[in-house]
């Protein structure tokens, strides 16, 4: 693998970055959001929740609107990355951990469990989102199981986020073109608002992709088609009631690699198609008494993969994870003598499951189901503030993986700010974790065939903790501008971490004995895979700093994010899915934009991610890669707005690292080269 070096323009960032983190140790606030385009502090708001929490607007970030994968704008969130080249193969990853051991839903709907350790298990085309929300670490006990390294929050556009003032009936079209794969996006979208009440979305879009190429011209093999589906009604009912309902489907059908991750490998591509459909009931009752507001989701969400490999054994087969959930939550507003209280009060229970037929023959399936009651409570006195929780988790496990063996499990968590100075706080936390035996890789279903049943596999449990500052300073150089300051250090520990043990004959698959469980080794090959507990625990700990400048037309963010893992016995890092360590190199990030006139926006985006070499020698890379985009909206044409931009300016030839990397060019993920978009939307 070619290694790359840093331009000149990254010493600068480094710098400007190092800079900015001296400042913010004497200071502290309220997180910005990631746009750059304005600041938002409001006295109520807990300083805790917006410095661990970050979100992302598409219509606000202007790589989110010309987005084809999820990193083109979920990495501009310190702590956070997306590896996988392929747009079925997008693998999101905070502080190390993968979505397996992340909250991701959509719309609230959960999306559990794995489908094919080649592919990435999060299906969804950006072009449906108007905002990610990501907790970064788990800090609350409001998420709950499967939440170990934090949630991903994704929402999709509603009728009120595009209806104007006044307005009963609209539609926006939206289309794009990306140079690299030859990309072409086209999709509509019509909104209503038939009566005072009511709101009502239909959007249709097509994203057909050809094969791109990496900065050394080596060609990143996919020829698809997608359909993109989302159907949305609501309806305020005498003024305190909301219901809701909504479709989504993202569909992608073609040719891609055998094995995606590995998209330069010299096997032939097969046709395989990857399918998600979601449908969600919501429901919300807010009466003007502060002890009530109510909101309640009832959802399903099934994601299929489907491949046909012409007949060839083994390879041919239909893979599905199935979740079926309910939740219902209330927040209390009360004020006492000994201060205020946000109590939050909630109930969920999901079902998942996964099915597998391999060559179309033979069917398996398992599942899992989770219940849980939570209460949280955020103590307002005066300048400090206090959020304890508790939670019951009741987890039936899976069969064919731990027995269907019930873990009942009670966890707490502690939080705590202290504002110190006017807008600066000072802040805490402490979360215990749980995570019950997740289901196997679906593609690894067999009814108990050749798997060894773990009787005895424990739940991941630990903590994770954080301590840190943030500040906002104003009228600094002209009235009205922000400097917002902030640091945090953390550390999380999980025990019993669970490990899926193959068959075969390599490093790390040489099977479990079928009856005992005891690893097999190089020259002692056993029969059965399953899952087991590591032998040592794992801690994590970094260290994620972010500074944002705004004024009224330019805007700069800079952020810097480290995580590492290590294991209490042999101090290697936590392994991954896709081969190797989870570990990813320190990243350094600079977001620029500019409006020069009320018509145009000019923006830049930097980003470099050190190298990083992992306990056994094994090395990723460090790479750096520049981004430039302007949007243009005429003002004789305000329904207009052209964007365009180039993405990877200097053709960088590089492997996130949260993809798959291996010493051959052969089976490493590349990312694409240069890359032009231009986008043109008319909404009217």
């Not at 009530?292 to 060839?312: C, F, M, P, W």
């Not at 300048?383 to 269907?404: A, I, N, W």
């Not at 209490?568 to 991954?576: E, Q």
């Amino acid at each position: 693998m070619r290694k790359t070096s840093l331009n000149n323009l990254s010493p600068l960032c480094l710098a400007i970055t190092s800079i900015l983190v001296v400042q913010a140790a004497s200071a502290e606030a309220d997180m910005p959001t990631m746009t750059m385009q304005k600041i938002t502090v409001t006295s109520d708001s807990s300083v805790r929740e917006s410095v661990q929490q970050d979100e992302v607007y598409s219509e606000d970030y202007t790589p989110a609107q010309q987005a084809s994968h999820l990193s083109d704008f979920l990495e501009v969130v310190p702590g956070v990355s997306v590896g996988g080249t392929s747009s079925v193969n997008q693998r999101i990853r905070v502080r190390g951990l993968d979505d397996t051991n992340l909250k991701v839903s959509i719309d609230g709907a959960r999306q559990e469990g794995a489908l094919f350790y080649h592919m990435g298990d999060v299906t969804i085309d950006p072009d449906l989102l108007k905002q990610t929300e990501v907790a970064v670490g788990n800090n609350s006990i409001t998420l709950g199981n499967d939440a170990l390294g934090g949630a991903v929050a994704f929402k999709t556009v509603d009728a009120a986020d595009l209806l104007k003032p006044g307005q009963k009936i609209g539609a926006k079209l939206h289309a794009g073109y990306a140079s690299n794969n030859d990309e072409v996006l086209t999709s509509a979208t019509v909104f209503a608002a038939p009566a005072e009440n009511v709101d009502l979305l239909a959007y249709y879009g097509k994203r057909n992709v050809e094969s791109g190429e990496d900065g050394e011209g080596r060609e990143l093999f996919e020829d698809s088609k997608g359909e993109n589906i989302l159907l949305k009604a609501g309806a305020t009912i005498a003024d305190d009631h909301r219901i809701g309902a909504s479709f989504s489907r993202t569909e992608k059908k073609g040719v891609f690699p055998f094995r995606p991750d590995f998209p330069s490998r010299p096997e032939d591509p097969i046709p395989q198609q990857v399918k998600r459909e979601t449908y969600n009931v919501d429901y919300g009752f807010n009466p003007a008494n502060p002890l009530i507001d109510v909101s309640a989701n009832a959802y399903q969400t099934k994601t299929q993969i489907l491949r046909d490999s012409d007949g060839e054994a083994g390879y041919e087969f239909d893979a599905e994870v199935k979740t079926t959930g309910a939740k219902i939550e209330n927040i209390s507003m009360i004020e006492s003598s000994v201060g205020n209280h946000k109590l939050i009060a909630g109930v969920e229970h999901y079902k998942k499951e996964s099915a597998m037929s391999r060559d179309f023959a033979k069917a398996s399936s398992d599942e899992a189901k989770n219940t849980s009651v939570y209460l949280e409570d955020q103590w307002r006195l005066d300048k400090l503030t206090l959020t304890p929780g508790v939670r019951y988790d009741r987890y039936e496990s899976p069969k064919f993986v731990s027995d269907g063996k019930t873990y009942n499990n009670v966890v707490g968590a502690l939080a705590a700010s202290y504002e110190i100075a006017p807008r600066t706080q000072i802040f805490a936390s402490y979360t215990e974790l749980f995570n019950g035996p997740d289901l196997g890789q679906a593609i690894f279903n067999s009814n108990g065939e050749g798997m060894y049943v773990n009787k005895d596999l424990k739940p991941e449990e630990g903590y994770n903790s954080e301590i840190g500052i943030s500040t906002t300073l104003r009228d600094l150089t002209t009235a009205n501008d922000a400097l917002q300051l902030s640091a945090k250090y953390f550390k999380s520990n999980i025990e019993n971490y669970q490990q899926f043990i193959r068959t075969g004959n390599s490093a790390g698959r040489y099977g479990l004995n079928c009856t005992t469980g005891a690893r097999g080794s190089a020259g002692n090959l056993q029969d059965c895979q399953g899952m087991i507990n590591s032998d040592e625990d794992y801690e994590i700990k970094g260290v994620e700093l972010a500074a944002n400048y705004t004024t009224n037309n330019f805007g700069m963010g800079l952020s810097y994010s480290r995580a590492r893992s290590e294991g209490d016995k042999t101090g290697n890092s936590i392994p991954s899915v896709s081969g190797g360590s989870a570990d990813s190199g320190d990243r350094y990030m600079v977001n620029l934009n500019y409006d020069p006139t009320s018509e145009l926006g000019l923006g830049w985006r930097s980003t470099y991610v050190d190298s990083i070499t992992d306990n056994n020698g094994i090395s990723k890379p460090s790479y750096d890669v520049h981004d430039v985009y302007m949007s243009y909206a005429p003002r004789q044409f305000q329904d207009i707005k052209a964007t365009l931009g180039v993405y990877n300016i200097f053709d960088e030839t590089y492997a996130n690292h949260s993809s798959r990397l291996s010493d051959s060019d052969a089976t490493t993920d590349f990312e694409p080269g240069r890359n032009i978009k231009a986008s043109l939307t008319y909404q009217f």
